[in-house]
């Protein structure tokens, strides 16, 4: 079989959704076409001062708990990863970025501080991990901050909030991502108990909660229909509308130029 033929015999790529693919496709169908499948929304998308600190503070605590990093082990090591780590995009001016940046010390110190203090209780055993689950007509991704294995084999995932000053355990079990990477994580490591747990950076403040199998089919099914609908979806024929969230949204311009917008 020559190269032509076995190049028309290729399947087309499957549709990938994650966590928040899906939340964006919730909150307004129109901001998912302008963030991931039309070009010129890149061009009217601004850097966020919340994303820079977020990701700076994952990049150190990613260090700090990979096995195979010695270069971050102290509090003295880590705030200096953090301060060579340091994303400046999206603060307003230089005062913003040094007043964002010395939160993020103070908030490095504090978990780097915390943890030396605990009994080690699980073994990470991954980090900063993309995971994968067919789904019939997509497969559902998901990139995890962090997974532990404890003793008695439950596996827990780990996600830091750096804007968060609390956490419940009501808020895990309602949070969408916790929800697909438990799914993810009961797919890969199959009759093992599997919980989430979020971390509030801020203060420190952690819970967990983790679903039972009648709900995990349950948010599996919710998940298939929702991503079902997401990739058969007629983006061409959309009509954006109006509503709160178009308040200080990056595409406003566009979707202004939008015949029978308002």
Not at 94 to 114: S, T
Request: aromatic share 10%; proline share 4%.
């Amino acid at each position: 079989m020559d190269s032509t033929c076995h190049n028309e015999l290729k399947l087309p790529k499957k549709p990938t959704l994650s966590p928040t693919k899906l939340t964006t496709f919730l909150a307004c169908p129109t901001m998912y076409y302008w963030t991931y499948m039309d070009d010129r929304g890149r061009w009217y998308a601004r850097s966020k001062s919340y994303y820079s600190f977020g990701t700076s503070l994952h990049s150190v605590l990613q260090r700090f708990h990979d096995k195979g990093d010695t270069g971050v082990e102290t509090v003295e090591s880590a705030v200096a990863a953090l301060e060579e780590s340091w994303i400046q995009a999206g603060y307003a001016n230089q005062d913003d970025m040094n007043q964002a940046l010395g939160e993020g010390k103070a908030i490095i110190e504090k978990y780097v501080d915390d943890f030396a203090r605990k009994p080690v209780t699980a073994e990470t055993v991954f980090i900063e991990k993309q995971f994968r689950m067919d789904m019939g007509e997509f497969d559902l991704i998901g990139r995890l901050d962090r997974v532990d294995e404890h003793a008695d084999g439950t596996i827990e995932v780990i996600d830091y909030k750096s804007g968060r000053g609390g956490v419940t355990e009501e808020d895990v079990a309602q949070d969408t991502a916790m929800g697909c990477y438990q799914l993810l994580l009961r797919n890969r490591f199959p009759g093992q108990r599997v919980i989430a747990t979020i971390i509030a950076l801020r203060t420190g403040e952690q819970a967990s909660s983790g679903f039972d199998d009648s709900e995990a089919r349950k948010f599996h099914d919710d998940v298939r229909l929702l991503g079902e609908h997401i990739v058969r979806y007629e983006f061409e024929g959309h009509v954006p509308t109006k509503k709160p969230l178009c308040e200080g949204c990056d595409f406003l311009p566009l979707c202004q130029k939008a015949p029978g917008y308002g």
